[in-house]
């Protein structure tokens, strides 16, 4: 069974930055797809990117394009989230996803991941 555990999140001003990170075990990472979704209070989960097993490709939403940047340590077992500028409306709970065996582009879709962390808050004040 894969597991995922997510870390750094906090509290930050805006224009500040943070790095979270997502550690793996119980399955093949290099193989898996992986990426980062984010909910806010009464709101739907939404997709944040997503990066493919190799780091070759990645996919963002216009909300994290420049800010964001997503990468992973195949030999680690982990995938960070480097977000700086970070916003206010960027407040949520970071969630880390994986799609296991699957050597193709990376999805932005919720119910294509199959295995999700618990999450870690991120509090971004004004």
């Known amino acids: 069974q894969v597991q995922l555990v997510e870390s750094g999140g906090g509290l930050v001003q805006a224009g500040g930055s943070l790095r979270l990170s997502c550690a793996a075990s119980?399955?093949?990472?290099?193989?898996?797809?992986m990426a980062w979704f984010r909910q806010a209070p009464g709101k739907e989960r939404e997709f944040v990117v997503a990066?493919?097993?190799?780091?070759?490709?990645?996919i963002y939403a216009d909300s994290a394009k420049g800010r964001f940047t997503i990468s992973r340590d195949n030999a680690k077992n982990t995938v960070y989230l480097q977000m700086n500028s970070l916003k206010p409306e960027d407040t949520a709970v970071y969630y880390c996803?994986?799609?296991?065996?699957?050597?193709?582009?990376?999805?932005?879709?919720?119910?294509?991941?199959?295995?999700w962390g618990q999450g870690t808050q991120v509090t971004v004040s004004s």
């Open positions: 996803a994986a799609h296991g065996s699957y050597l193709g582009p990376p999805q932005t879709g919720k119910l294509w991941y199959e295995y």
């Open positions: 119980g399955g093949t990472f290099s193989s898996y797809a």
């Open positions: 990066i493919s097993w190799s780091g070759g490709t990645s």
